[in-house]
């Protein structure tokens, strides 16, 4: 069945990194563009960014641009996302969706998030 | 960036109450309004699009209405499933798309 699995729960300190993955299966992994959101608890999911593991392009929301990157291995049927200078803003729950295939601009099917925790 | 806010934050209900929550954006995103449900430690799913189409597999107590700025999803008769978290999102001309800040439906 279609599926996305991501990776589990990072810790980090602040200004360091973290590399999330987001694993799919069951469907065109190529033919579906890919969202990055998170979530804070008690907010609204926040959109990240876009990539096309069909052709490489990404899109990126300008309040995370130079310190968000969004990569794609079609080999693995994974894509990734990379966030740099970590501050404690940053802890949420990070999730990857794909581009709803029947209304493009919704996103109908969500992988389950990894938690990132920031903190001394 | 489109801004949308959802009312109430909070509605306190009952099993087969009727429930309406609205979704408002500050510019109008014609018909590219999406609403998910989103249960405690889960993701958020997709329950309808496009302002009124219910996703496959969603039940027909779910309805949505509105155009522009204002948008509605009704529960007709609250089901124990239903006590949930529901966001409403744009997906209109530009990036970034955008969520309200959710209603939680509680008991």
């Known amino acids: 069945q279609e599926q996305l699995v991501q990776s589990g729960t990072e810790v980090r300190k602040p200004g360091a990194s973290v590399k999330i993955s987001c694993k799919a299966s069951g469907y065109s992994f190529t033919g579906s563009y890919m969202y990055w959101v998170r979530q804070t608890p008690g907010q609204g999911p926040e959109w990240m960014g876009i990539?096309?593991?069909?052709?490489?392009?990404?899109t990126v929301a300008q309040k995370f641009q130079g310190r968000v990157t969004m990569t794609t291995d079609t080999s693995t049927t994974t894509v990734y996302l990379e966030v740099n200078t970590l501050t404690s803003d940053d802890t949420a729950i990070y999730f990857c969706?794909?581009?709803?295939?029947?209304?493009?601009?919704?996103?109908?099917?969500w992988g389950q998030g990894t938690l990132v925790i920031v903190s001394p | 960036d489109i801004q949308m806010t959802q009312s109430p934050s909070t509605l306190s209900a009952s099993v087969g109450d009727r429930v309406t929550i609205i979704c408002r954006a500050s510019q109008s995103v014609s018909t590219r309004l999406a609403w998910y449900q989103q249960r405690p430690g889960k993701a958020p799913k997709l329950l309808i699009y496009k302002v009124s189409t219910l996703e496959t597999g969603v039940p027909s107590r779910f309805s949505g209405s509105g155009s522009g700025t204002e948008f509605t999803l009704t529960i007709s008769s609250l089901q124990p499933d239903d006590f949930a978290t529901y966001y409403c999102?744009?997906?209109?001309?530009?990036?970034?798309?955008?969520f309200g800040q959710g209603t939680k439906v509680e008991v």
């Open positions: 990539t096309n593991p069909g052709g490489g392009s990404t």
């Open positions: 969706a794909r581009d709803g295939i029947t209304a493009p601009g919704t996103l109908d099917l």
């Open positions: 999102q744009q997906y209109n001309g530009y990036f970034p798309w955008t």
